[in-house]
């Protein structure tokens, strides 16, 4: 047997075990420590104290299905530490204390996967933390068809999923589909705590009466998912140098000189915001402030006060078609709107063949906006999530007040495209985006000192 026990902590410390088996074990050498009750395909499994359970480095932990994992506290503890990889399927449940007393966490420097189905999910029930560090390994986690939810902790300061103390998120993927996120009071918070997580996938998260979704993130999509009933502190980017690459001030021309490439921004595709509040009296859905940027494609906000407020230098970009019912769909405090369009745009040689990393910089003709891409392998032109970019087409500056920013090239308010790559001759196009905009750029070869016109 790879399991041991030292003090209050048993580990697993290799190899592969199970539930069954740590039962065992636990039975035959620390008898007591833990109970079993039911039968195969529903065992509640119960540690009897403030036991913690540790998957080492190296050491996979599996639960079958219909296990249920849970605790007995007489303090606050951590009752989980995963290093190594730790799996739950369909109607698992790893249930921290289900009483207000004393506050389970779990702490996953490791890989957590839960992996149930569309109505038999994996649980994770009565935690006060759960926290993500992600310091071990080379593969994040996978969560599909997962709930988290029955939240208790001491003060209103229990948190629901935290990604947080990392310095290498960036390069662990991590998946969180068809998620259901649910708070037992306003106490429970949904942070997200790092400066980047381009390789998390979200999508289908369903979050519902929970405290704080974003806090400090910079750089994180979410698809296909809704926020409701949550009480809505300022989202903000914390000070994580958020690359800002959309002007927020006409005589500001300095601000936002071509830092980062690819866009780097807070994406909410076909997302809905429904009744989220600040406080008692006021609503408001969406609530940025400082220096975030953040794109809605095709999202819809309602019940609300106020459908977004763009606050203390934050920039929100609307693509698409948005549906906003809200009483005041809008609201300005020293923050931007712009209504952006998309580009699709292929970057070839003169026999088809695409360029990779190319460099494509995209500037407005007033100096509004600044933008630099790399070319992928197939010699696309993407954001940093993989999307096309959007560029604006005008600036809403009061409820039914606009300023063009590319709609005329007669009239001086455009977008240029320049297209560099070692060997090839520059190329250049003007472009409005008064609309979607398809763009295919041919690059010829240098020969000599000679320049052939790509307009």
């Known amino acids: 047997m790879a399991i041991s026990f030292s003090t209050v902590t048993f580990t697993v410390g290799s190899g592969t075990e199970t539930t069954a088996s740590l039962y065992t074990w636990i039975n035959t050498n620390q008898n007591g420590k ?49 290093r190594g990889e730790f799996n739950a399927v369909e109607n698992c449940i790893l249930k921290g ?181 600040n406080n008692a009296a006021t609503k408001y859905n969406v609530h940025y402030m400082y220096g975030c940027v953040v794109k809605f494609k095709d999202c819809t906000f309602s019940n609300a006060n106020y459908g977004l407020l763009a606050y203390n230098d934050s920039t929100f970009l609307f693509q698409g078609t948005t549906t906003n019912t809200c009483t005041t769909p809008l609201a300005w405090s020293y923050g931007t709107v712009l209504h952006v369009r998309a580009l699709t745009m292929t970057v070839k040689d003169i026999s088809g063949n695409a360029i990779d990393n190319a460099t494509v910089f995209v500037n407005q003709s007033q100096d509004y906006e600044s933008h630099m891409f790399l070319t992928n392998s197939s010699g696309q032109v993407k954001d940093c999530f993989g999307d096309d970019p959007v560029f604006a087409e005008k600036e809403q500056t009061a409820a039914a007040t606009y300023v063009n920013w590319s709609d005329s090239i007669a009239s001086g308010r455009y977008h240029t495209i320049h297209v560099y790559a070692d060997g090839y001759q520059p190329w250049t196009k003007n472009v409005e985006f008064t609309a979607d905009r398809t763009v295919d750029a041919t690059l010829y070869p240098i020969q000599g000192i000679r320049a052939i016109s790509q307009t």
Not at 35 to 63: D, H, K, P, Q, W
């Open 34 to 82: 833990m109970t079993r009750s039911g039968s195969e395909g529903s065992y509640v499994y119960t540690f009897t104290g403030n036991y913690v359970l540790n998957i080492a480095v190296g050491a996979t932990f599996n639960m079958a299905t219909g296990d249920t994992i849970q605790w007995a506290l007489t303090a606050n503890t951590v009752v989980l530490d995963i």
């Open 97 to 277: 204390y289900s009483a207000t007393a004393y506050e389970a966490d779990l702490a996953i420097y490791g890989k957590l996967d839960l992996q149930g189905t569309s109505g038999n999910t994996a649980k994770l029930q009565y935690f006060d933390e759960i926290n993500f560090y992600n310091l071990y390994g080379t593969v994040g986690s996978d969560w599909d068809w997962a709930e988290v939810s029955n939240f208790y902790g001491t003060t209103n300061a229990s948190l629901g999923l935290v990604t947080r103390y990392s310095t290498n998120f960036k390069n662990i993927p991590c998946t969180f589909d068809n998620v259901t996120l649910t708070g037992a009071d306003n106490g429970v918070s949904f942070t997200l705590n790092t400066g980047n997580l381009l390789n998390f996938t979200f999508n289908n998260i369903t979050s519902t009466n929970v405290y704080n979704h974003f806090q400090g993130m910079a750089v994180v999509k979410f698809s296909n998912s809704s926020f409701t009933s949550a009480y809505n502190y300022a989202f903000t980017n914390s000070g994580m140098a958020f690359p800002q690459n959309y002007q927020t001030s006409r005589t500001d021309r300095v601000r936002n000189k071509l830092h980062g490439y690819n866009q780097p921004k807070v994406t909410f595709d076909t997302c809905t915001f429904s009744d989220n509040y």
